[in-house]
């Protein structure tokens, strides 16, 4: 039988995730795959971490030489998070001729051009499922199952924290208190800045475009707005209106170009992805034979990626060569390509009308040609609350007409994309 030695660095969340199933599996994977997963070292500084998973004195390594200098260890997993360490980290371990396994979406996104030029130089594996969407399939069902597809667009709902924050505001909490469960569930981000302000969504969405459109799509080129300015009040009137509201990650090629953005908006509710609730991810894929594929389950949390991670180890394991990009991956993205910056969508508005500007607002999207579809009104004393609906315009038609409105005096509450 097969013998793989796997080094684990970083027993976090993902990390100790990763070590509970290759423990528990063990004899399962002998028995299915014919492969022996063993756990030769963990590098893990903190001694709580190591206990709490039973991890023995002699499997604790000193530092990342050791590791990477065992030749018991055939796969480095790469667990610690962040971009300085574990960069030098994974960069050791392929150096070292090492298959690496990696849950660091920051450091794929930034990196994937230089980490795979190594892992090409020297025959070594690079393998990423858990970047995207936790236990969700979609690296994979992108690189492999859907490889006979064009893809002309996808959207997902890949950050689990942000999911779960939107949906415990639906159902009544505030943000402060919906966030604090999602970092007490493990979901969040060490900073979960990375989650509210749409970065960890923006760092998944330049892997999964990249993988979709066979080009590299830069996590510069996203365009991203992340959460913090959504209000309870809006995620009610658009329930009202037919609505969920997400954070959403889309990825479209367009004849103008590709557009690809990171931010909230509200779907209809019968939308695939718009049942896909708490730190439940979703990636609907568009393929041009296939059709749609939506692929769903749980984005975060330490047994789901874990899940991800180790079945990366068990590709490696179980396959003869390794598979890298099928497209050039460099460091920016390729002259030949563009990208679309003023995309167009449809929104929703709440605006606050003094009697004096009453018309001034449907007025300001009529020159800028933006059709009205709903207009909702509810007057209390001599101000007014309205609720727009609008069709599809372009952001820069918005903006002008957003800016004539502030300017007629109209207060702008809330400006909230709808997913077409
Ligand atoms: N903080 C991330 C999320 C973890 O909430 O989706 C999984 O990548």
Do not use: W
């Not at 460099?330 to 009697?355: G, M, N, Q």
């Amino acid at each position: 039988m097969k013998k793989i030695g796997v080094a684990i660095l970083g027993l976090g969340v993902v990390g100790g995730g990763t070590y509970e199933i290759l423990c528990s599996h063990r004899e399962f994977y002998r028995h299915t795959q014919n492969v022996d997963l063993e756990v030769v070292c963990v590098l893990e500084p903190d001694r709580k971490r190591t206990d709490a998973l039973g991890v023995g004195a002699e499997k604790i390594a000193e530092n990342i030489f050791e590791v990477v200098s065992n030749p018991d260890v055939n796969v480095v997993v790469e667990c610690i998070g962040g971009v300085t360490q574990s960069r030098q980290y994974v960069l050791d371990a392929l150096n070292a001729g090492k298959t690496v396994v990696t849950s660091n979406k920051e450091l794929l996104c930034k990196y994937f051009h230089e980490l795979e030029g190594v892992a090409r130089r020297v025959n070594a594996g690079l393998y990423f499922e858990a970047t995207c969407a936790g236990g969700v399939p979609v690296v994979r069902t992108l690189i492999d199952a859907v490889q006979s597809n064009v893809i002309p667009s996808f959207e997902g709902i890949v950050n689990g924290t942000t999911n779960y924050i939107l949906t415990k505001m639906k159902e009544g909490l505030s943000f402060e208190e919906a966030l604090s469960e999602a970092k007490t569930l493990g979901y969040a981000e060490a900073d979960a800045s990375a989650d509210l302000d749409g970065l960890d969504a923006a760092y998944k969405l330049s892997i999964l475009a990249s993988l979709a459109f066979h080009t590299k799509v830069p996590f510069t080129k996203i365009y991203r707005e992340g959460i913090r300015g959504i209000e309870s009040e809006d995620i009610q009137e658009g329930c009202g209106l037919g609505y969920t509201l997400k954070l959403f990650a889309v990825g479209r090629q367009t004849e103008h170009g590709v557009d690809v953005r990171v931010h909230p908006a509200f779907v209809e509710k019968g939308h695939p992805l718009a049942s896909v609730d708490g730190c439940l991810n979703a990636v609907c894929l568009n393929g041009d034979s296939v059709g749609e594929i939506v692929l769903t389950g749980k984005g975060a949390g330490a047994l789901p990626t874990g899940s991800a991670v180790v079945s990366d180890i068990l590709y490696a394991a179980t396959h003869d060569g390794h598979r890298y990009s099928t497209f050039k991956n460099t460091a920016t993205a390729d002259k030949e390509v563009k990208f679309i910056s003023d995309f167009e969508s449809k929104y929703y508005l709440r605006l606050l009308v003094p009697a004096s500007a009453d018309a001034t607002a449907v007025t300001a999207l009529a020159k800028n040609n933006i059709a009205v579809r709903k207009l909702l009104r509810k007057t209390d004393g001599d101000q007014t609350s309205v609720i727009l609906v609008t069709d599809t315009a372009h952001e820069s038609a918005m903006k002008k007409a957003l800016s004539r409105m502030r300017t007629s005096g109209i207060e702008v509450g809330a400006v909230i994309r709808i997913l077409a």
